[in-house]
Structures are given as structure tokens and as C-alpha cells.
């Protein structure tokens, strides 16, 4: 399973994270300082994976961010790499031509379609069509609610 | 009261902040106006605060008085308040906080929830980071919508279920009836989930995985119908049908077939097909090889699928892609055990990689290439693995030097072969090396009884080049100390022999003494080394000179030293040549790790050193313990006897460690192994010089100690230099009766400001009519100067009877404790 997944710029600001287990405060501010400084040192051709403590950091940059997730032992880096690119696409096909100030702006957004993508570390659907119907479901939902309440979304 | 502010332009506003300052002044004015906004209870904007909160948590700033508003989110009937309240609910509020039990209510509810996203939310946020406890309660919700035909929501379920298992694996035995019909399912959501929960399930519970192992042949037919099924444009990527699946299809075969051969059997077909049959042009199709070859790699296949496998390997090794080389080097390093005949085909590769730019692929290359190392190919890959040193950056090469002693202790070809290699360690990345590599190589040098002179040339010359790496620099001083007349001597075979005067080495002994580069261990090295040149070398005065100054010295180890060496030339200069011999050979009993070096010689015989526990001691022991129970004081110590020549018990350890830090022989302080064994070999070699014995036993006069009923007992005395704490006395026992005395023992107890050691008597029999002696030694360390007493007791049968006496001897000479 994944331990965590991390988005931040290359200015080292955290745009996204997510945790699939249990950690103080501390411990998160802890991780995430000690892998950005490991991911953003390296060279621009090197390996995608690197080992840190006991996990497997499997990282891609996409423009300007990074996508960084940990793994355990017996995951597989590669298919990491594919779960970290369909991200990306699911992300690409909500926002339409994706950019770094949509997840910025809509970090809500986005941290939605991770949980309908993922779940306690696991790939939970594996059909990009079903992941986008789900959300646009889910937006009609939310829409319909405010518009019978008569106010703006937040 | 206005509306609060919209998200975006608070993101809008925080962003033009141009200092952390004013970030910080921004976001606390907000803050402030949240606060009050939740103290006045306000649901239309709650939302709305929550969300500015959570932004604000994600720059970094405290949002922990968000957390019951959350819970209130998630109360709320409206979807967007409870969309924001669960994610809120995950990033604010895991199971540390005090508040998080109070969402079960919540999550039960929307469990049950009419619309399915609301459902969605619930699980989500469930197995996401739900507390045991919360598990615990909701599990039976959790059961229940796994069962439903609802796809959307039972996939969540699944993977809800295997939270659930992680956190109180005692539960899992309520999901198995739900999982009966689980694969046979056509959504792809709900296979995926099912399969991570079934492999969780067999991973935790070997009932599980036997129960589960009848699903083989299914598993094997929905991983057939996707690599044989046309084109699915929703799961399809750069052509493979849901390689997720695939992998994740893969990965519970593995489990299932592991040790396992009818179920390895009933795979073999479709992992061969896989294996063969995917395109690899692209990461995807390379990942489910990887997969496909850990699979096959783990359970028993045949033969022939696992040279496919490494030869699979074997290819992403050459492949462009940085990361699937790395992988390969990884999945190599796992199988390299088992199949070490089948990596070595790739041995040549494998050594190439020591050349990436990448650091992770050096790093896998390296710790796969010492695995590779053997017998035969040991030169080939030292020279590589040696230049890879050369080159390789810092962080390498502690793990490599490490790697190189290892491997060429094992594997090294010839002696001069070995010492070379170490040297070149030594030379290229000498302040990298681990501590006790310096006993290693000394005590390596030491064996190479035909390599003295060459190892002391080459090491003399690399001292001349450079000074700093201290483990070199001590090892060459402690060489040259041993092998210096050696080396004026010109005697080397192995190369062209340099001409170098006595003068010329003690420069560059005393050069090291005052350089800034060495450290102080490195001082005390070159110390002892000039002065066992001074009975080597036929300059004394120069040596004689240096002692002296070292006195004075400030640091207090040389200092010890120097006027150590100093009262040997005034006091005991008869001693010296003794003292400073050459050292004998020393055996290793164990290697890698901490060595247990042991002293052979004609006498003695090689045992095991165990440090930790006492050998093994027969009936004395609890005979001592009668000795203190009827001497009945807390001031006796019991004695346990020891047989020559076992490393003496806890007491003598204790014994010997304060002689310890005496070294003599010029072996360093530092590794503590060494220095508990070399001190034996210094007690013992000191015992048995009878030059050493006659003169200090002259020193003190012997005594008698007990004469009663025919048996005499005389006690005559040794100090062991150079510790004035340790008497070393040695019993003799005669008999003037006219039967002999069979099984006599001797035992002794001391105070207990006292330790003391027995060795083994000569013979258990003393002869009747003074025709012999038994003799006995005793050591006994008096560290605070104490009056020597002792008390006694012997055992022994004459005549067939039985004779047992206690005795005390108080009238010990002033000389044997002062």
C-alpha cells in the first residue's frame, strides 16, 4: 500500500498531501521536509525511485510539480509510475488542460478525485470513464443542493 | 456581520503576500475573523471557513480549532457541507485527537445514507484513517455493503473491509462469507478491490490462504481474458488491458503459489504467456513483466520459466530506462541467492552498472556485485569494485571499503594478493574505513609470516606520501614497529628492496608523533612502535631521548606511556628485549564481526574465547557455595575454578581488562575485543618468561600457609608486572604422611574488596612422604592495597577415609599487598 502521497512545487510548497496512516503532526511536517529535500536534490535524468528509511519513494514531475508517493516493500515501482501518470490524466480531464494554479485554486477538487481514485493506500478504480462520472455525479449533487439553497458555493 | 470572504480570494490575497511576515499577519487576521464566525454558529458559512481553514493548514498553520466544526459538517443534511466536513475530517482529525471517536455516529448514519455518494463519503473517510475502535464498531455496516450489487459501493466496501483487517485483524473472519462470489464480478472497480482484499486477507491468516488457494483457476481465467481480449478503451493503457488488475492478479498468484506445487503447476501456463507475450516498448507492459518475474521467482515454478525470468532480467538491465534497470538490479540482489549460477550469467552487466551516473543504480550495482564475488572471478571484480572506490562518491565508500575486506578475506588468492588489496583500500579511501578493520589488517600482517618485509616496505613508502589517513598511518606505525630491522635491512624479495637508514624511520615515526594529522590513538601507535624499534634498531639513545620528552607529555595516554617506557630503559632494561619481541602468530576462531583472538603457542592449547559466560565449571561451583555458606560473612567472595587455559571467569576478565589498557605489545586500546584477549597473552607470556619469575619472586618471600596432619601448603609469590594490584602466588602442597592423598582439592575465598582466579592444580594427588609436590596458581588483584587474608578449605581422602579442613592465613608478607 502507499503510505502517502505528496504534490509540491519546486520552490518546496506542498500543494497536496494525503496520509494513509496514522502520524502526529510532527511526524507529517517530519516526512514531508525530509523527502522534498531528498526529491528536489536530485539531478533532472536520475531514477524515479529512491529509498528512504525503511519506504520506497517513487517521485515524477510533471511541470512544475512533483508527484511523490512512499511505498512498502512489496509494491511495485513501475506500476507506481502508472498510478501517478493516471492521476495526472484524471486531473487533466476535470480541469481541462491541467496547470498548477487549478490545483491551487481548487485543492478541494482535487483532493475529491484522489478519493475516488484511491482508497486507504489501494488503487480503488481502474476505469478512467467511471472515476469522471462519479465526480461529475457528485459536482450535480453539490450544484443541485445549492441551487435549491439559493446561495453561492463557497 | 459580512459574509466572509470567498475561498478563492482568500487564496488570491494570501498569494500577493510578498514576506512569510506578511503571510503570517495575513492568515492570523483571517483566522480571527473564522473564530468568531464559528463562535456565532453559523451554518450558511461554515462550509465556506472550513474550507479557508483547511488552505491555511496546508501552508502550514495550526487549524486545530477547526475540528468540531467539521464534525458539524458532517452532521449537516447538505452534500457540499458534508463533502467538506469528511476531508476536513481527514486532514484534521486522525485517531490521535481526542474528538475523533464522535464521527462514528456521523459515519454510521451516512452509511446507511439513501444516496450513494453520501455512502461513498462515509467509507471513504472510514478507510481512510478509521481508529481501531471506530473499526471495531462499524465493521458490521462495512459487511453488510459489501454484499450489495451496487458496484460503486462495493468496491469502496472492499477496500473500507481491508482497513478494517489492518487495524483488528480478529475481524477478519466476518468478511469471508461476503468474499464467496466477489471474483465474479464484471466491473473491473470491484475485481480490483476484491483481489487487494483477498491478498490481504491470505497475507495475515495461513488458513485464509489455504481456504483461498481453490480461487488459482479462476484468477488464471480473468487474467487470461485480459491479455487475451480485444481493446477495452475504458481500462486500456498504451495498449494493455487494466494493467492494475494485472499486476494486482499477479501478486496474489504469488502468494497463493508460494510453496505450494499444485497451485505453482496450475500456473506455469498463463505466467509463461505473460511473460512472453507483453509488449514491452512501453513502462506499463515492463511493469507487469517485473511483477510477472517476482511471481515467478517466488513460487515453485519449473526450470525453464526461471531462466525466462532472469533472462528477463537479464534484458532490463540493458534497456535505456534508468528505473527499469534499477528494478532489475533490485529483483536481482532478492533471486541472487537462490539462483546464484543464473545472475552470474549477467555478471559482466551488472559490473557496468558500477559506472551509471544514477546514484540509486551504483548503489544496487554495488551491493549486487559483492554478492556476485567468488572464488573464481575474485580478481576481476576487485579491480573493478576497487576503481569504482577510486571514483564513487563519499556516501559509497564506507559500504564499500566494508564490502572489499569481506569479500577478499574470504576469496583472496594469495597472501601478498590480499595485503595489496587491503593497502589500496587503505591508501584511496583510508578515512573511511570501519574501527576494527586496523586489528584485522594487523593481525592479517602478523600471519603473513613471508610477506613481513614487503607489507613493511610498502607501508613505509605510503607513509612517506601522505600522513593524514589515520588507519593507515596506524597500521604502517605498528608494522613498522614489529618490522623495522626488516626493512633497514633491505631483506624484501617480493620487490625492489629500498635503502633507508634507522635515522630516516624514526623521522617519520616522530614526524607522525607531532603532526597536526594525527589523532591521538594514532600518537600512542607511533610511540610504542619507536620504542620496539629501540631493541631492533642498534641507535638507542635517540629512542631513549623521545620516551623521555614524551613524559611530560599533556596527553595523558602518551604520557602513561612514555614513562612506562621510560622506567623499562631505567629499571628493567634487563626485560626489555623480552617484552618487546616479535609478536607470535594469532588465530582467528571467528571472523567478520568482532574478533576473538587467542594466543597459540607450544603450550597452550587454541580454545573458543566466550567472553560473555563463564566456562563451564564442574563441581566446584557449588562446593564454593558450601565454602561462603560455612564461612557465613558477606565478606567473602566465592571462588570459581577455571581450567587452563579457558579465558578466565567474569573475575579474571576483570582482571585482565585493567591490564588491558597497558599495551605493551603495541595492539590498540581501542578495539575492545582485542584488548580483552591480548592481555591473556600478555599474563601468560609474562608468566612463563622464567627471567620475569626469578627476579620478582626474589622480591617477596614465600610463606607457609597451613601445616596440619601431615599436609604442608607453602605459598610463594610473583607480582605481575607491570600491574603492582595482581600477586600472583603459587601454592605447593606436600604430603609427609605415608599414603598418598587422592582427590585433594584446594579452595580459596578472599575478601571481598578482592577478585581472584584459580588456575587448574598440577595433579590431584600429593604423594605420600614428600616424594612430589602439587602446585597451584593463584591470582589475586588488591586494588585498594587492602591486607591480604585468606580462608581455605581442603578436601582430600587419605587411607580411604575422608579429610575436609578450613583454615585462615593472615600472616601474609607486607610485600604481597603494598
Known sequence: MMRFLLLFSRQGKLRLQKWFTPLTDREKKKVIRDVMALVLARPPRSCNFLHWRDIKVVYKRYASLYFCTGLEDQDNELLTLEVLHRYVELLDKYFGNVCELDIIFNFEKAYYILDEFLMGGEVLETSKVAVSVSMENADTLQETMEEYMNRPAF | ?818
Not at chain 2, 483477498?198 to 481456504?211: G, I
Not at chain 2, 628492496?497 to 617519520?508: A, G, K, N, R, S
Not at chain 2, 607522525?512 to 634498531?537: E, P, Q
Not at chain 2, 564481526?593 to 573458543?608: A, C, F, K, R
Request: glycine share 4%; with cysteine.
Open chain 2, 1 to 818: 456581520m459580512p459574509a466572509p470572504i470567498r475561498l478563492r480570494e482568500l487564496i488570491r490575497t494570501i498569494r500577493t503576500a510578498r514576506t512569510q511576515a506578511e503571510e503570517r499577519e495575513m492568515i492570523q487576521k483571517e483566522c480571527a475573523a473564522i473564530r468568531s464566525s464559528f463562535r456565532e454558529e453559523d451554518n450558511t458559512y461554515r462550509c465556506r471557513n472550513v474550507a479557508k481553514l483547511l488552505y491555511m493548514h496546508m501552508l502550514g498553520y495550526p487549524a486545530h480549532f477547526g475540528q468540531l466544526e467539521c464534525l458539524k459538517l458532517i452532521a449537516s443534511q447538505k452534500f457540499t457541507d458534508k463533502r467538506i466536513g469528511y476531508l476536513g475530517a481527514m486532514l484534521l482529525l486522525d485517531e490521535r485527537q481526542d474528538v475523533h471517536l464522535l464521527m462514528t455516529n456521523c459515519i454510521k448514519n451516512d452509511l446507511n445514507h439513501s444516496t450513494q455518494y453520501v455512502q461513498g463519503l462515509a467509507l471513504c473517510t472510514l478507510g481512510c484513517m478509521g481508529s481501531s475502535e471506530m473499526c471495531r464498531d462499524l465493521a458490521g455496516e462495512v459487511e453488510k455493503l459489501l454484499k450489495t450489487s451496487n458496484s460503486y459501493l462495493r468496491k469502496k466496501a472492499a477496500l473500507c473491509a481491508v482497513h478494517v483487517i489492518r487495524k483488528v485483524p480478529e475481524l477478519m473472519e466476518m468478511f469471508l462469507p461476503a468474499t464467496k462470489n466477489l471474483l465474479s464480478e464484471k466491473n473491473h472497480g470491484v475485481l480490483h478491490t476484491s483481489v487487494v482484499l483477498l491478498t490481504e486477507m491470505c497475507e495475515r491468516s495461513p488458513d485464509m490462504l489455504a481456504h483461498f488457494r481453490k480461487l488459482v483457476p479462476q484468477l488464471v481465467r480473468i487474467l487470461k481474458n485480459l491479455i487475451m481480449s480485444g481493446y477495452s478503451p475504458e481500462h486500456d493503457v498504451s495498449g494493455i488491458s487494466d494493467p492494475f488488475l494485472q499486476v494486482r492478479i499477479l501478486r496474489l498468484l504469488r502468494i497463493l503459489g508460494k510453496s505450494d506445487d499444485d497451485s505453482s503447476e496450475a500456473m506455469n501456463d498463463i505466467l509463461a504467456q505473460v511473460a512472453t507475450n507483453t509488449e514491452t516498448s512501453k513502462n506499463v507492459g515492463n511493469a507487469i513483466l517485473y511483477e510477472t518475474v517476482l511471481t515467478i521467482m517466488d513460487i515453485k515454478s519449473e526450470s525453464g520459466l526461471r531462466v525466462l525470468a532472469i533472462n528477463i532480467l537479464g534484458r532490463f538491465l540493458l534497456n535505456n530506462d534508468k528505473n527499469i534497470r534499477y528494478v532489475a538490479l533490485t529483483s536481482l540482489l532478492k533471486t541472487v541467492q537462490t539462483d546464484h549460477n543464473a545472475v552470474q550469467r549477467h555478471r559482466s552487466t551488472i559490473v557496468d552498472c558500477l559506472k551509471d551516473l544514477d546514484v540509486s543504480i551504483k548503489r544496487r550495482a554495488m551491493e549486487l556485485s559483492f554478492a556476485l564475488v567468488n572464488g573464481n572471478n575474485i580478481r576481476g571484480m576487485m579491480k573493478e569494485l576497487l576503481y569504482f572506490l577510486d571514483s564513487c562518491d563519499p556516501e559509497f565508500k564506507a559500504d564499500c571499503a566494508s564490502g572489499v575486506f569481506l569479500a577478499a578475506e574470504k576469496y583472496a588468492p594469495s597472501k601478498r594478493w590480499h595485503i595489496d588489496t587491503i593497502m589500496r583500500v587503505l591508501t584511496t579511501a583510508g578515512s573511511y574505513v570501519r574501527d576494527d578493520s586496523v586489528p584485522n589488517l594487523i593481525q592479517l600482517i602478523t600471519n603473513s609470516v613471508e610477506m613481513h618485509a614487503y607489507t613493511v616496505q610498502r607501508l613505509y613508502k605510503a607513509l612517506l606520501d601522505d600522513i593524514s589517513q589515520q588507519p593507515l598511518v596506524q597500521v604502517a606505525s605498528w608494522c613498522i614497529g614489529e618490522y623495522g630491522d626488516l626493512l633497514v635491512s633491505g631483506q624484501c624479495e617480493e620487490e625492489e628492496p629500498i635503502q633507508v637508514t634507522e635515522d630516516e624511520v624514526l623521522d617519520v615515526l616522530e614526524g607522525l608523533l607531532v603532526s597536526n594529522l594525527s589523532a591521538a590513538v594514532t600518537r600512542g601507535y607511533s610511540l610504542t612502535a619507536i620504542m620496539k624499534l629501540s631493541t631492533r634498531f642498534s641507535g638507542v639513545n635517540r629512542i631513549k631521548k623521545v620516551v623521555s620528552i614524551y613524559g611530560s607529555s599533556i596527553d595523558v595516554e602518551l604520557q602513561q606511556r612514555a614513562v612506562e617506557y621510560n622506567a623499562l630503559f631505567k629499571k628493567y632494561d634487563h626485560m626489555r628485549p623480552a617484552l618487546l619481541e616479535r609478536m607470535p602468530i594469532m588465530e582467528k576462531s571467528a571472523s567478520n564481526g568482532p574478533t576473538e583472538i587467542v594466543q597459540t603457542n607450544g603450550e597452550t592449547e587454541p580454545s573458543v574465547v566466550d567472553s560473555k559466560h563463564p566456562p563451564p565449571v564442574s563441581q566446584p561451583a557449588n562446593q564454593a557455595n558450601d565454602l561462603l555458606d560455612l564461612l557465613g560473612g558477606n565478606d567473602v567472595v566465592p571462588v570459581i575454578q577455571t581450567t587452563v587455559p579457558t579465558k578466565p571467569a567474569s573475575a579474571g576478565g576483570e582482571l585482565l581488562d585493567l591490564l588491558g589498557d597497558l599495551s605493551l605489545s603495541g595492539v590498540p586500546t581501542p578495539a575492545p575485543s582485542v584488548a580483552t584477549s591480548q592481555p591473556s597473552f600478555l599474563l601468560d607470556g609474562l608468566s612463563s618468561q622464567p627471567l620475569f619469575n626469578d627476579i620478582a619472586a626474589a622480591a617477596i618471600p614465600p610463606m607457609t600457609a597451613y601445616n596440619k596432619n601431615g599436609l604442608k601448603i607453602d605459598f610463594t609469590f610473583e607480582r605481575a608486572n607491570p600491574n603492582p594490584n595482581v600477586a600472583v602466588i603459587t601454592i605447593h602442597a606436600s604430603n609427609s604422611t605415608e599414603a598418598d592423598m587422592t582427590d585433594f582439592v584446594f579452595q580459596a575465598a578472599v575478601p571481598k574488596t578482592f577478585q581472584l582466579q584459580l588456575l587448574s592444580p598440577s595433579s590431584n594427588v600429593v604423594p605420600a612422604l614428600n616424594q612430589g609436590t602439587v602446585t597451584q596458581v593463584i591470582r589475586v588483584l588488591n586494588p585498594q592495597k587492602q591486607q591480604l587474608r585468606m580462608r581455605i578449605k581442603l578436601t582430600y581422602t587419605l587411607k580411604g577415609s575422608p579429610v575436609q579442613d578450613l583454615a585462615e592465613v593472615n600472616n601474609f608478607p607486607p610485600q604481597s599487598w603494598q
